[in-house]
Nanobody, 113 residues
Framework: QVQLVESGGGLVQPGGSLRLSCAAS????????MGWYRQAPGKQRELVAT???????NYADSVKGRFTISRDNAKNTMYLQMNSLKPEDTAVYYC???????WGQGTQVTVSS
């Protein structure tokens, strides 16, 4: 029933920006806590940011001040605006209905010169 599809990843130089999107199907998007995770090569998947139904947000310390999570309930879409990107941000980024087993397929972000 629930499907999540990420898009917007790509190759960007250090200091550059990308905006990721997560399009959700199903009937719970507007009331769900949503999250972005990422997994770098050889590392565990880590939580990047969350946003609840009232647009309250939380961020990992590593991305505070650089990334912004947002959602558009009318479009059933969540976004991650990533600015001042660093090589250590390189990872596959995943959309998640927070605390659930519903995940997107992931989108690759590579930060390199």
């Amino acid at each position: 029933q629930v499907q999540l599809v990420e898009s917007g990843g790509g190759l960007v130089q250090p200091g550059g920006s990308l905006r990721l999107s997560c399009a959700a199907s199903g009937g719970i998007f507007s009331i769900a806590v949503m999250g972005w995770y990422r997994q770098a090569p050889g590392k565990q998947r880590e939580l990047v940011a969350t946003i609840n139904s009232r647009d309250s947000t939380n961020y990992a310390d590593s991305v505070k001040g650089r990334f912004t999570i947002s959602r558009d309930n009318a479009k059933n879409t969540m976004y991650l605006q990533m600015n001042s990107l660093k090589p250590e941000d390189t990872a596959v980024y995943y959309c998640n209905l927070y605390g659930s087993h519903f995940w997107g397929q992931g989108t690759q972000v590579t930060v390199s010169s």
